[in-house]
Nanobody, 121 residues
């Protein structure tokens, strides 16, 4: 059974930083593209960042480019999202996702339960 468990969310002031982690189990981690998505109430889930299987390629939404960094540790079956210079528009539930296909263009098959990130002004 595939499980993706996010952690690291919380409350932070605008301009601050958070690091999200997603621990994966039940899958061959290094064979999967990994990504982060986010959702706020009343809005559709949106793409934030993705990383290729080896970690050699990364992709970002324009809204987070230059502020967020996605990375992975295949030995630890974990993907990270370093979020810097946070602003109130980054407030959302953040989801980790995995798929054998690129999560940039395909809806991921596997999802975590989400972690809340709240940025206060």
């Amino acid at each position: 059974q595939v499980q993706l468990v996010e952690s690291g969310g919380g409350l932070v002031q605008a301009g601050g930083s958070l690091r999200l982690s997603c621990a994966a189990s039940g899958l061959g981690f290094s064979a999967y593209y990994m990504g982060w998505f986010r959702q706020t109430p009343g809005k559709e889930r949106e793409f934030v960042a993705a990383i290729s299987k080896s970690g050699g390629n990364t992709y970002y939404a324009d809204s987070v480019k230059g502020r967020f960094t996605i990375s992975r540790d295949n030995a630890k079956y974990t993907v990270y999202l370093q979020m810097n210079t946070l602003n109130t528009e980054d407030t959302a539930v953040y989801y980790c996702a995995a798929d054998l296909r690129t999560v940039v263009t395909y809806t991921p098959r596997y999802w975590g339960q989400g972690t809340q990130v709240t940025v206060s002004s």
